[in-house]
């Protein structure tokens, strides 16, 4: 239940208010009708579909947003789109998508599975931007056709297509002003452009990022080095037909500071993460006469070592060692059934392999010997099988209807299935209601079942264990939207509601002590309002406003690490065609921040950007960023202050 009913009636009246507004600057300025040109997404269904048609709530990041706020990782972007929140804890920034935290969201590349940790809380600084054309985002549930990832949403990065051969070189320095606190990012990319056949690209980056101390000598985030290399061949053998050849690596070496309780007293402790990555994949496209048929194969291999150290006396207190392989493949073909539908079957087949010095099953048991020390380990094996089906169905003029199931089947839990309907009613043109329900389903994470090991909470060294008996997540969702055109302006208001059965999260067992559990049931609920529109021909601003309300229904308490609150702002400025400048704000307000065990702090803050881009000539241009313009500085939230970068672009 909304606990602050007064702020729906002010966002219904500020909406309606601005609506008439940008009406009238639509007419003022004479603006053709919107979206001349169709915007086509495709994560929403798995099919080209018109962004204003789709039933389900996408938001989408262009190229010319990535490059107006000069963005380098998804980190420095996601955060700013409706219902998108950056959960800012234990030295994470992490992904939330309608109040659901980053294990929830799947994040894609093209529409594949990219390598990643079982509890994906540091991608969005490990995924770089320098190929990206723009993001898809599905905001609410994707099961239907994603499966168990996706309860929470979507998160798809759409590459470039080769268009010319070009070489491109970036050098980008900054710092935290306060302490002097720096980083170094470099990166490359070769296109090819398309020769023949034939299109070639690659790219690299390397980041080196110092270390920045709170005042009681833990860290604000993670340092050290990483590198990332990617590569992609794509032959087209015949009009129509494209096989993809995809392989990618990254190297991290990352440490962070934190302190332990031990017999003796608190330990000052160094804890130092290696990560390896590896990606393979290759994929078939085939046009087929009003359809599509696509087949992807791949294995990702993720290979981590962990050191805690003492830093007193330089003495290994713990090492841990883990492996995770996932080899799929996936087919699906989509095609239309006569002049009103479209359908869509697909399936995946999923083997995953999880092993580490921090899992205990007593199944596949090992032993690896770290600095003298033996440490026992064992594995899980899990086989995951899905078939889904969609249609997409044009039932009237003005109505649209997309229907979705996708069965999902596991050798260690329970079948399931999980059904959605969408709704797009076109009552005049300018107007669109969507509406959407369903119901979705995630299975506990090996992590969440087996693990046990020391991690890294708010600064301390605490125990975090898995749970054998954890119970399979569920949901049942629905949203209904509002949009409206008003010449160059959109606007949109939605209102969002989950209720999740046997939700699964971090439960404080004692001060050190951390254990997954389902704590029953919860609700995630919420108002999304936003408005985009150009205010001149060299001035445009768009904002979005979150309400969100999380909380565990049997004991009426919000959910932690959520603002029930969210305002994001942005005005982009092109005085001239080789020179642009924006300002942006991601404003949180009753941020709920879990300090410890049972303790929260409700906080709020905004953190001011701004960026500047200059074209030099062709071959050269240069961007300077202030992150954290006004220097708000939060230790328990990781924000250590402004930091101010130079970027400089060369074409080769």
Known sequence: MFKERKVIPALLATWLIAAQAFAATGEEIGAAPAFVLEEMVVTATKTPVAVREVSADVAVITQEEIKAQNARTLRDIIGSAAGVGIMRANGRAALSIRGFDSRYSMILMDGRRI????????????????????????????????????????????????????????LDQGLWTDKGDRQGRYAF?????????????LAGNYTDTAESLKSDGTTFLPF???????????????????????????????????SMLSMVGTLATAVRDDNNRTYYGVSYKKTLTGGELFVNAYQTIWDKYNDTVNRSNGLYVNSVYGYYRISGIEARVSKTAGPDHRLTIGGEFRPELYRGTGIRTGRGTFTKTFHGKTYQGSEVKTDYSALYVQDEWDMAPKLSVTTAARYDGSDRFADKVSPKLGLTYRPEPGWRVKANTGKGYRVPSPNQLFLDLNVVRNGALVKLAGNSDLKPE????????????????????????????DMIDEAWVSAAHIEYQNIGRASLRGLEGEITCPLTDRLSWSGNYTYLDAGNDLTGTR????????????????????????????????????????SG????????????????????????????????QDEELSLPGTFVHMNVRFTL
């Open 474 to 501: 569920s949901s049942t969702f629905y949203d209904l939207a509002v949009e409206r055109d008003w010449g160059q302006a959109t606007g949109k208001l939605t209102f969002f509601s989950s209720k999740v059965r």
């Open 601 to 632: 702090v409700n906080k709020s803050f905004a953190v001011w950007n701004m960026n500047v881009t200059k074209k030099i000539n062709e071959n050269q241009t240069i961007a300077v960023g202030v992150e954290n313009l006004f220097n708000h």
């Open 224 to 258: 050290g080095k990483r590198r990332n290399i990617s590569g992609r061949v794509d032959y087209f053998p015949r009009d129509g037909e494209l096989i993809s050849l995809s392989a990618s690596y990254m190297e991290e070496k990352q440490e962070e500071y934190a």
């Open 189 to 201: 990319s070769y296109d090819s452009g398309r020769q023949n056949k034939l299109s070639v690209f």
């Open 559 to 598: 959910l932690f690490n959520r603002a029930r609150h969210k305002v994001s702002s942005r005005f982009s400025y092109r005085p001239a065609p080789d020179l642009s400048a924006s300002i942006w704000v991601d404003a949180y307000r009753d941020y709920l921040f879990q300090q410890s065990s049972g």
């Open 115 to 170: 390598p990643a940790e079982p509890d994906a809380n540091y991608e969005l600084d490990r995924i770089s931007l320098d190929n990206v054309e723009r993001i898809e985002i599905v905001r609410g549930p994707v099961t239907s056709l994603y499966g168990a990832d996706a309860l929470g949403g979507v998160v798809n990065i759409i590459t470039k297509a080769s268009t010319q051969k070009a070489w491109h070189l970036d």
